[in-house]
Structures are given as structure tokens and as C-alpha cells.
């Protein structure tokens, strides 16, 4: 079956500094997620993307945040300044339908900010 | 915040069925009931969806009250690899409200 891939698994980094979290979705699928997990808390929605822009984004997704679809397989999402609580495990899903019936989630990238 | 409620946690035994509960009371008239679960530490991973008719895959069945105020997951054989946290989720299927508001779950622990 089709998967979504994310890369890295593991991503440490400083307070402060810029990370870009890499997402390859199943490739005929046009809309596009990214969710995040808290340790031990519930997964949240950031943002949604469709044809090429932002369709929904969630309190969370402020101005530190951007995702991007650069050459038409990646989408990605870059974190500016990243936070102590910006720390998360961070999945990528995409879904090939009209409805978005079905997500399909990709194994996420721990985000570790020290 | 999510729509809906599920107990925190229940047990069953390997062969038998799962019987997972979801009340979701202030469910709209184009909102459909999906159940998603989560196996430990890795992506969310989508079972099954329902608007008021039963539905069953290859996965699993979900069963729709009348009303549509609550709904059963059934994992008619559970194993032990479906140890994991079910989330039942309401959402639309119109405009910008689709995106998935999640809750605490079910964690199911099937034992041998």
C-alpha cells in the first residue's frame, strides 16, 4: 500500500533556531496536513493545504510556521524560531479525495527543542 | 474541543471482538463519525467512517445509532497487534470544516 514518508524521524535542535520538517505524500493525493502530538496529550491540527495554498489553519500555526510544496512531490513545514514548547511529535497526512474521507498519516518526526 | 466521548480505557481478549463505545450527542445532520486509532508512537491510521448507515471494511464495523448520538466500533477478532488508542472523531465533509479535532481515546489493550 501507498505510504507517506517523513523526514527525519528525530530532529533536535536549539531554541531559536529554524527547522524544516520534510513530508514525500502519496504521490496522485492533493490535499495535504500537518497535525502535531504533545507527549501524552492529544493530536492537534496545524494546518491544511490545497492547490498550492493554505486552505485551513489552527491557532497554533502563527507566523513562526509556513508550509510550503516546493517541487511538487515535498511538502514541508518550517518552524522559524522554534520554541521549548514547539516540542512534539509532528505528522504529515495527505488524502487523494474531494471529501478528504480518508487520511493517510505518515510515522512522524519527533521535534525535540532544547 | 472534540465532539466526542469514548471511555478512557477497556480491555478484551485475543480472538474475541472489541466493542468500542462513542457518544456523540451534538452530532449535526452533515457531520460523518470517523474512528481512527494509533498504534504506540506511530502515525494515526484510518479504520473506518459513517454518516447514519452501518459500515464495515475489511477492518472493522461501525455501527450507527438511529438518532446518530452514539456509534460502536466492533474489531469482530481482536489480536494483539490491535493493542492501540482508538479516537473517534466528528467532522464535516463541507468547505473549510474538515479538519480532524481529536480526543483522548480509547486505549484498547486485547490480551492473550
Known amino acids: 500500500e501507498p505510504e507517506v514518508t517523513q523526514t527525519p524521524s528525530h530532529q533536535v535542535t536549539q531554541m531559536g533556531q529554524e527547522v524544516i520538517l520534510r513530508c514525500v505524500p502519496i504521490?496522485?493525493?492533493?490535499?495535504f496536513y500537518w497535525y502535531r502530538q504533545i507527549l501524552g496529550q492529544k493530536v492537534e491540527f496545524l494546518v491544511s493545504?490545497?492547490?498550492?495554498?493554505?486552505?485551513?489553519k489552527s491557532e497554533i500555526f502563527d507566523d513562526q510556521f509556513s508550509v510550503e510544496r516546493p517541487d511538487g512531490s515535498n511538502f514541508t513545514l518550517k518552524i522559524r524560531s522554534t520554541k521549548l514548547e514547539d516540542s512534539a511529535m509532528y505528522f504529515c497526512?495527505?488524502?487523494?479525495?474531494?471529501?478528504?474521507?480518508?487520511?493517510?498519516f505518515g510515522s512522524g518526526t519527533q521535534l525535540s527543542v532544547l | 474541543d472534540a465532539k466526542t466521548t469514548q471511555p478512557p480505557s477497556m480491555d478484551c481478549a485475543e480472538g474475541r471482538a472489541a466493542n468500542l463505545p462513542c457518544n456523540h450527542s451534538?452530532?449535526?445532520?452533515?457531520?460523518?463519525v470517523y474512528w481512527y486509532r494509533q498504534i504506540h508512537s506511530q502515525g494515526p491510521q484510518y479504520i473506518i467512517h459513517?454518516?447514519?448507515?452501518?459500515e464495515t471494511n475489511e477492518m472493522a464495523s461501525l455501527i450507527i445509532t438511529e438518532d446518530r448520538k452514539s456509534s460502536t466500533l466492533i474489531l469482530p477478532h481482536a489480536t494483539l497487534r490491535d493493542t492501540a488508542v482508538y479516537y473517534c472523531?466528528?467532522?464535516?465533509?463541507?468547505?473549510?470544516?474538515?479538519?480532524?479535532?481529536w480526543g483522548l481515546g480509547t486505549s484498547l489493550a486485547v490480551n492473550p
Open positions: 472523531i466528528v467532522r464535516g465533509n463541507a468547505g473549510n470544516n474538515r479538519k480532524l479535532i
Open positions: 451534538t452530532i449535526s445532520g452533515n457531520e460523518y
Open positions: 504521490s496522485n493525493h492533493l490535499y
Open positions: 493545504f490545497y492547490n498550492n495554498e493554505i486552505s485551513e
Open positions: 497526512a495527505s488524502s487523494g479525495d474531494r471529501l478528504n474521507e480518508k487520511l493517510f
Open positions: 459513517g454518516l447514519k448507515n452501518n
